[in-house]
T-cell receptor
Framework: AQSVSQHNHHVILSEAASLELGCNYS??????LFWYVQYPGQHLQLLLK??????LVKGIKGFEAEFIKSKFSFNLRKPSVQWSDTAEYFC??????????FGKGTLLTVNP | EAQVTQNPRYLITVTGKKLTVTCSQN?????MSWYRQDPGLGLRQIYY???????DKGDVPEGYKVSRKEKRNFPLILESPSPNQTSLYFC???????????FGQGTRLTVV
């Protein structure tokens, strides 16, 4: 069975600080990896995705993530966060079984 | 415009009164699924469908039913809702197993 673990439940940063949110997954085959963002009161929106190729993927709004196969990790990064990045962030893993499994989410609060 | 449309967006109902939450997509995606989102638990898959007349249980199917009689619609049925089904529900679609999920706007259900 596949699973996703997000290390941080709540992260609080000041504007301009750097961000790294941890995500580790468990799956025995080829994986597809995703990060989603959910702004307050809204639905989930895709930030970035990894299918194959370059393990460093860039997404929208200046976010990027690095797939490290040996560590089963797909951490999300942003060099300088803004107040508008305040949201909940979800890591997800997809396998060959059509199943998309989400982590429990990390709430990011950015203080102005 | 590509859309996943859920109705209603908000619903308050009483224990035991059957209800249906509709989900419709205009993207011709084969794969559709339902998730519930609860604080601290992330998104958990209720049911999914790989095509018309093909559905299967996700991680938390108890108390729910679905049907997929046509490609664009995937309603979620609660035959006898209970308070523990109070949650935020999302419908999602995918082109296939290697693509991202597109989410509806969500349905906030309260069962009293």
């Amino acid at each position: 069975a596949q699973s996703v673990s997000q290390h941080n439940h709540h992260v609080i940063l000041s504007e301009a600080a750097s961000l790294e949110l941890g995500c580790n997954y468990s799956y025995g085959g080829t994986v597809n990896l995703f990060w989603y963002v959910q702004y307050p009161g809204q639905h989930l929106q895709l930030l970035l995705k990894y299918f194959s190729g370059d393990p460093l993927v860039k997404g929208i709004k200046g976010f990027e993530a690095e797939f490290i196969k040996s560590k089963f990790s797909f951490n999300l990064r942003k060099p300088s966060v803004q107040w508008s990045d305040t949201a909940e962030y979800f890591c997800a893993v997809g396998g060959s079984n059509y199943k998309l499994t989400f982590g429990k989410g990390t709430l990011l609060t950015v203080n102005p | 415009e590509a859309q996943v449309t859920q109705n209603p967006r908000y619903l308050i109902t009483v224990t035991g009164k059957k209800l249906t939450v509709t989900c419709s997509q205009n993207m011709n995606h084969e794969y559709m699924s339902w998730y519930r989102q609860d604080p601290g638990l992330g998104l958990r898959q209720i049911y999914y469908s790989m095509n018309v007349e093909v559905t299967d249980k996700g991680d938390v199917p108890e108390g729910y039913k679905v049907s997929r009689k046509e490609k664009r619609n995937f309603p979620l049925i609660l035959e006898s809702p209970s308070p523990n089904q109070t949650s935020l529900y999302f419908c999602a679609t995918r082109i296939n197993l290697v693509t991202e999920a597109f989410f509806g706007q969500g349905t906030r259900l309260t069962v009293v």
